[in-house]
């Protein structure tokens, strides 16, 4: 199983582009979810999704879009870059099935956006 | 709303020593569960424990235990034999209760940057 895969590892942008940042896991997980990770705040959740076409609002959800199409895929589009959206951003994924079951995360998307 | 705090921006620790690294929570709910992530300076998010609300021994994986004080709602991550390779940031986090649509999600506390000194 490769796991929790993000892609790129690393973007620049400029204020204004869009873009999409990529997340695929193989483990059949219902649960998919993103974070942001700033430095001294910890991480903080912009979207998840508990299965296919089920998505909700986490705590920072504005200036981001998802959609969940498949059980594998969970994309996160910038609509609109801003400076504030510089981040390091985790994709993570688990089951949905109660316990000790932990998230798995993926490697992380630095994003710079000047 | 769930929160998690970690009053401990730094810590420092001799090689080979323990290490104990705070948590404290505050929920609503009865049932939930409560983690502990390591990340180096790579930056990867690495589990090391878990500790359900239900669960009346506390959580050992190694070298981690998890000293959970339900009443007073802490849950502090304690390392023992510190190693080198221990430095890193730690995150303690909360996941909502199972059984809603916002089950899965986490919240994360701030972090605590542990060094180990050889």
């Known amino acids: 199983n490769a796991g929790v895969t993000q892609t790129p590892k690393f973007q620049v942008l400029k204020t204004g582009q869009s873009m999409t940042l990529q997340c695929a896991q193989d483990?059949?997980?219902?649960?998919m979810s993103w974070y942001r990770q700033d430095p001294g705040m910890g991480l903080r959740l912009i979207h998840y999704s508990v299965g296919a076409g089920i998505t909700d609002q986490g705590e920072v959800p504005n200036g981001y879009n998802v959609s969940r199409s498949t059980t594998e895929d969970f994309p996160l589009r910038l609509l609109s870059a801003a400076p504030s959206q510089t981040s390091v951003y985790f994709c993570a994924s688990s089951y949905s099935g109660g316990g000790r079951e932990t998230q798995y995360f993926g490697p992380g998307t630095r994003l710079l956006v000047l | 709303a769930q929160k998690i705090t970690q009053t401990q921006p730094g810590m420092f620790v001799q090689e080979k020593e323990a290490v104990t690294l705070d948590c404290t929570y505050d929920t609503s709910d009865q049932s939930y569960g409560l983690f502990w992530y390591k990340q180096p300076s790579s930056g990867e998010m690495i589990f090391l424990i878990y500790?359900?609300?239900?669960?009346?021994q506390n959580a050992t994986e190694g070298r981690y235990s998890l000293n959970f004080q339900k009443a007073r709602k802490s849950a502090n991550l304690v390392i023992s034999a510190s190693q080198l390779g221990d430095s890193a940031m730690y995150f303690c986090?909360?996941?909502?209760?199972?059984?809603?649509?916002?089950?899965?999600?986490?919240?994360f506390g701030q972090g605590t940057i542990l060094t180990v000194h050889p």
């Open positions: 500790q359900g609300s239900y669960d009346e």
């Open positions: 986090a909360m996941r909502e209760p199972a059984g809603g649509t916002s089950y899965g999600k986490l919240t």
């Open positions: 483990m059949n997980h219902e649960y």
